[in-house]
């Protein structure tokens, strides 16, 4: 089971990321001052995780036990997925995920941002 403390150790190792916290409590990872991962909302258990997605893994992955579209994102049009419960995917598969998250949110960034952060 991921903890809060060891999602924010693996976000923070990703290339250019911060952390504020929002929203209720959640702590969100920004790359460049867009989103690419969140998660907090949790009574105890795993932290609900959110993270963006390509659009094939996002028909693929939001029908999955312990998975759904992010709410508010996925009703805007956006391909995102949030985990419900750790017994949806292991740890290092969300990790995974949420380094494409990361990928994804820095490719949409301009070009002149991505140089000034490091990611060109």
């Known amino acids: 089971m991921m903890s809060l403390d060891a999602y924010d150790t693996y976000c923070?190792?990703?290339?250019?990321?911060?952390?504020?916290?929002?929203?209720?409590?959640?702590?969100?990872?920004?790359?460049?001052?867009?989103?690419?991962?969140?998660?907090g909302w949790a009574d105890g258990e795993a932290p609900l995780v959110t993270f963006k997605v390509t659009p094939t893994a996002f028909e693929i992955l939001k029908d999955q036990p312990g998975l759904r579209p992010a709410p508010?994102?996925?009703?805007?049009?956006?391909?995102?997925?949030?985990?419900?419960?750790?017994?949806?995917?292991?740890?290092?598969?969300?990790?995974?995920y949420i380094a494409e998250s990361h990928r994804?949110?820095?490719?949409?960034?301009?070009?002149?941002?991505?140089?000034?952060?490091?990611l060109a």
Do not use: N
Not at 12 to 24: D, E, H, Y
């Open 12 to 39: 923070a190792s990703l290339p250019a990321a911060t952390k504020v916290v929002q929203w209720g409590g959640a702590h969100v990872w920004k790359v460049g001052g867009k989103v690419f991962a969140i998660a």
């Open 72 to 96: 508010y994102l996925a009703s805007r049009g956006l391909t995102w997925i949030q985990r419900t419960t750790d017994h949806a995917m292991h740890d290092q598969d969300l990790c995974r």
């Open 104 to 118: 994804l949110v820095a490719a949409g960034l301009t070009r002149k941002l991505q140089r000034e952060l490091g």
